[in-house]
């Protein structure tokens, strides 16, 4: 199973009232995890994985959102 560190942008929200010149931007994030799928149209990772075979924590990553996906190697 391969170790991925993965740069991708999420968007962001808010609730409530507030003024216009209130900036909102989108988030640069960094996420590490074991690789479950890479295609072409999303990257899924899970955070943890048990000696069963279990995974927990799945995360999956559009990859029109991700900037960068560098492979690391487990020792």
Do not use: Q
Not at 15 to 43: F, K, M, R
């Amino acid at each position: 199973m391969k170790l991925a560190l993965v740069e991708w942008v999420d968007s962001c929200s808010d609730c409530g009232w507030t003024y216009l010149e209130n900036p909102l931007h989108s988030s640069n994030i960094i996420t590490v995890g074991l690789v479950l799928l890479d295609d072409t149209t999303e990257i899924v990772l899970a955070m943890s994985r048990s000696n069963t075979g279990r995974v927990t924590e799945r995360m999956a990553i559009p990859k029109c959102c991700v900037k960068r996906i560098r492979y690391l190697r487990i020792k």
